[in-house]
């Protein structure tokens, strides 16, 4: 069984570059890949929330953000705050 993943738009002599090169990463190089791609994800929905909620305060967006990382359940339990309808 092979657990490769396939990548639709790359080769597979390129894939197999891309996954010799992981495995030579070390622990910290990953995590800082991770730490990296984890805060242009925040960055994007940031980007995102201020777009739908112009006139929301830092507060808010940083609750924007929580509730979708955590879901609007969990978010409420550990913030108390809950988004609107039109969130």
Not at 42 to 59: F, I, V, W, Y
């Amino acid at each position: 069984m092979n657990h490769r993943p396939v990548l639709s738009d790359t080769t597979p002599a390129a894939q197999r570059i891309l996954l010799e090169r992981y495995r030579r990463m070390t622990f910290a190089e990953k995590a800082r890949i991770v730490r990296d791609l984890t805060r242009t994800a925040d960055t994007l929905a940031l980007a995102g929330a201020k777009h739908r909620h112009p006139n929301a305060s830092e507060q808010e967006l940083l609750l924007q953000l929580a509730a979708v990382r955590l879901g609007p359940d969990l978010t409420f339990r550990a913030y108390g705050w809950r988004a609107s309808d039109d969130a």
